[in-house]
């Protein structure tokens, strides 16, 4: 059984808008999903802002199950026009 266990941002990392932090280890990642990071590497990183590369997990081409990938994250703001912003 794998627990994942979620803890509330301290009151600074509240007022840190459009930031997050990957703290997974390694050995958790492997718990949750088997050998799927056994070629990947993983670090913790701290400050994830728009346009930086993150780790996700995606579905593979053709839906043959799931690959780990490096993505692009962004976040577009509520009072931005549409069809104007780049990421």
């Known amino acids: 059984m794998v627990r ?5 941002p301290t ?9 997050f932090k990957l703290t997974a280890t ?24 728009p346009i930086q590369n993150v780790l996700a997990i995606r579905q593979k081409k ?5 690959e780990p990938a490096w993505l692009r994250w962004g976040l577009v703001p ?3 026009p549409l069809g104007e912003h780049r990421l």
């Open 4 to 8: 994942v266990v979620f803890q509330s």
């Open 11 to 19: 009151r600074a990392e509240v007022h840190r808008c459009g930031l």
């Open 26 to 49: 390694p050995e958790a990642l492997n718990q949750l999903f088997p050998s799927l990071f056994d070629d990947f590497e993983v670090k913790p990183r701290y400050n994830i802002a």
């Open 62 to 66: 053709g839906g043959d199950g799931l």
């Open 78 to 80: 509520s009072c931005a």
